[in-house]
């Protein structure tokens, strides 16, 4: 069963504004399998962060992963999908079903909330993205 350790970051530079996404996808033992930037356009932080979180589904599916642990620094976007909060915006809820809709295609799936400190590598490929586009 192909396990692996996906870190995703969505940002804005201004809330909304300029934005991009980074996902870096890892094995269990830490090996960058494959690392991921896409600029967004106009968009807010939140948007930001579930569109990452959808880009890293999409790649995961293509490395042919099965059981994935996804890792970001946004608290709202994971206690959403983890359907500890409910989702009240009515643009983030497409999101959260665009997300909803592409965990079918895994064994198991769980979002955890990491420290921004922990998710650098990820937070860089936000900032490479917005960077390029300027």
Known sequence: M????????GGAR?????????????DTDGHVL??????????TNNQAEYWAVIDALDRAKELGGEELELRLDSELVVRQL????????PDLAQLFLKVWN??????RVVF??????KNREADRLVNEAIDRHK
Do not use: C, M, W
């Open 14 to 26: 201004g809330n909304p504004g300029p934005a991009g996404l980074g996902v870096q996808v890892t």
């Open 34 to 43: 494959l690392e991921h930037s896409r600029y967004l356009g106009e968009t």
């Open 102 to 107: 592409r965990l079918v295609d895994f064994r």
């Open 82 to 89: 983890n359907r500890q909060y409910r989702v009240k915006d």
């Open 112 to 117: 955890v909330h990491i420290r921004r400190e």
């Open 2 to 9: 192909k396990r692996l350790i996906i870190y995703t970051d």
